[in-house]
């Protein structure tokens, strides 16, 4: 039985969480991994305090924007993908 863990910052809404939870069970079982029954996620929230890309926080990032364009929603609310 695999056991998915993801780690998101606090802010989303539990629609848009239930529909992430729906896309790796279903990627899981489309790859044939384990059926979907049996594929369970863990997802763990965090303050945006507590999350950083580089050594800016999400929350300075978010503060930074809006400072910059006086519009919060200009803030990303997640980093940039890295490619490893």
């Known amino acids: 039985m695999p056991v998915v863990q993801v780690t998101l910052t606090q802010g989303r809404s539990p629609e848009t969480i239930r529909s992430m939870i ?3 069970t279903q990627a899981l079982a489309d790859t044939g991994v384990a ?3 049996n594929v369970r996620v863990l997802v763990t929230e965090i303050p945006t305090e507590h999350f950083a890309a580089g050594d800016v ?3 300075e990032r978010k503060a ?3 400072a910059a364009t006086g519009d ?3 803030a990303p609310t997640t980093p940039p ?3 490893p």
């Open 22 to 24: 729906s896309a790796v």
């Open 35 to 37: 059926p979907k029954e």
């Open 57 to 59: 926080t999400i929350a």
């Open 64 to 66: 930074a924007q809006t």
């Open 72 to 74: 919060p929603a200009a």
């Open 81 to 83: 993908q890295e490619t």
